[in-house]
């Protein structure tokens, strides 16, 4: 049973979350909070989420436990081909004048970071992308990471197989082009694109960026959208900035309409706006 919980023992864990792993909720968002305790407290087998709340601000969970809450507090809403305007100017414009680049100056890699990727859906649209606008994608070298702090999420898109809410917005003729029916009811992405992605933890709030060692520096593009929402403005704004660090000159930050809109009302550093969620880092050597 779902346990109510005060808006004071709320905004404590709130506060503590935010300190600790960079996780905030507006009040706006408290019901998210209170469901997404109530279940982790459940799974973790607690009496009541107060229980386990109080066990949370006492610093009295291991990290496998603390794990737990944060997988049922980033329960991530995405899927294929999201917000589709960002697809046509990734094939139109932002794919081939990369590649353009790219064949002068004699470097045929391209390196494209999907920061906060779920289950997969938006690293697995990007690879799909590439594949229709490289024709010899083979004779390329592509570095596609895709990063989140939601274990489980990442689980999910390890398997690449979804059902039909995933696919909602894709044009059909994808459906039947990159996928194959597998257990009941999924499709599951096929392996030639499926190998293009990279999956592997890492919290944008605490863990280090760029860093050769991640993977993070000297990015193509950086996709991060629709996951600034989970973090306070001042921090939203540090992370974009952070984020911007990571590209190579020349490269595209992409980022979702309630990013841009409330957590991105100035380009980050060294960036321009292009369009209403994209941005690019100038180029010197244009
Ligand atoms: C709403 S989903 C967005 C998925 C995808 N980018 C899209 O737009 O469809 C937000 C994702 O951000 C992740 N996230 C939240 N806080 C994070 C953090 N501190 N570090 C990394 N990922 C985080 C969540 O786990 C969730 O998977």
Known sequence: MIQSLTTDLLSAVNHYLSERLGLYFNEMRYSDLERGLNNAAQELGYANAEHCINEILEGALNKQDLQTVVRNLTVGET???????????????????????????GNKALRIWSAGC???????????????TIPDIDSWQIHLIATDINTRSLEKAHNASYGSWSFRTMPSEFFHQYFQPSAEGQHKL???????????????????????????????????????????????????????????????????????????????????RVGSTIFVKSNAEK
Do not use: H, W
């Open 79 to 105: 899927y294929f081909f999201r917000d589709q305007a960002v697809f046509i100017a990734m094939e139109e414009k932002i794919i081939p004048e990369l590649l353009k680049r790219k064949r002068k100056s």
């Open 118 to 132: 779920s289950t997969g859906e938006e690293p697995y649209s990007i690879a799909i992308s590439l594949s229709r």
């Open 190 to 272: 096929n392996d030639n694109l499926r190998k293009y992605v990279k999956l592997s933890y890492l919290n944008l709030a605490e863990d280090e960026y760029p860093t050769s060692k991640s993977g993070t520096s000297e990015m193509d593009i950086v996709f991060c959208r629709n996951v600034l929402i989970y973090f306070t403005q001042q921090r939203g704004k540090q992370i974009a900035d952070k984020l911007a660090d990571c590209l190579a000159p020349g490269g595209s930050f992409i980022t979702s309409a309630s990013d841009s809109s409330r957590f991105i009302t100035q380009p980050p550093k060294g960036l321009q």
